[in-house]
């Protein structure tokens, strides 16, 4: 009965009661499976478990987004999927865009034409601005507040900058891979509770390994 009481909530004017009976029901944004379906089934958004942020705004990500589980992300993001036609003469939407009547069909691609996946864990700051020529951000990296992404971003790296420019890597590559492979992010939050003192360590590939070999074990 609940389920079906928020269900019916979420695409009228009532969403902010909607946001409240999540946080009380469903345990917060954070938790909540219903507030996941609706996005799919209205927006055609899909959010992992346990990611948090504007990303779960109804209307706030394109059509065709989907994103990884535990990722965290800061205010203000904006994603865009199409951009103005440089190289044609003119860039006005009346000759791109069918809803404005000049043109029988949309005449550059939708955004579902041109998903962006982003992957598990993976880390974006205040004010980052992920445009149509970004089409993946790996699992475990990090948009640095106010970057402007233009490109892909590799697993486990952190960017920023306008463009934005790599940074570093957070870990080495042999860390990466352990990293990788434990598939940790497929734990749901009871299961990486147990072994809560690993995960507040830095890793190393030693660390890495035990921890890998944990999680595969949790999985069974």
Not at 35 to 54: A, C, F, N, T, W
Request: with cysteine.
């Amino acid at each position: 009965m609940r389920t079906a009481l928020l269900e019916r909530l979420y695409p009228g004017r009532a969403h902010g009661l909607f946001k409240r009976l999540v946080r009380r029901w469903e345990g917060g944004e954070m938790r909540s499976s219903t507030l996941r379906r609706m996005l799919l089934k209205h927006h055609g958004v899909e959010v992992g478990d346990y990611s948090y942020g504007p990303i779960l705004d109804r209307g706030r990500m394109p059509p065709g987004t989907v994103i990884g589980r535990w990722c965290s992300v800061g205010q203000e993001l904006i994603v865009r999927r199409r951009n103005h036609p440089i190289e044609r003469a003119t860039q006005h939407p009346f000759f791109y865009n069918a809803k404005l009547g000049m043109v029988p069909v949309d005449t550059i691609p939708l955004d579902r034409e041109n998903p962006l996946v982003i992957g598990h864990d993976v880390w974006i700051g205040d004010r980052v601005t992920i445009l149509s020529e970004c089409h993946r951000v790996g699992n475990g990296a990090v948009l640095a507040a106010g970057a402007i992404v233009t490109r892909d971003v590799p697993p486990y790296t952190i960017v920023g900058g306008v463009p934005a420019q790599v940074l570093r890597k957070r870990f080495s590559p042999e860390v990466q891979a352990i990293l990788e492979d434990s598939r940790w992010w497929e734990l749901d939050l009871a299961a990486l509770s147990t072994i809560k003192p690993m995960l507040l360590e830095p890793l190393d590939v030693a660390h890495a390994t035990q921890f890998a070999q944990v999680c595969q074990g949790l999985r069974g």
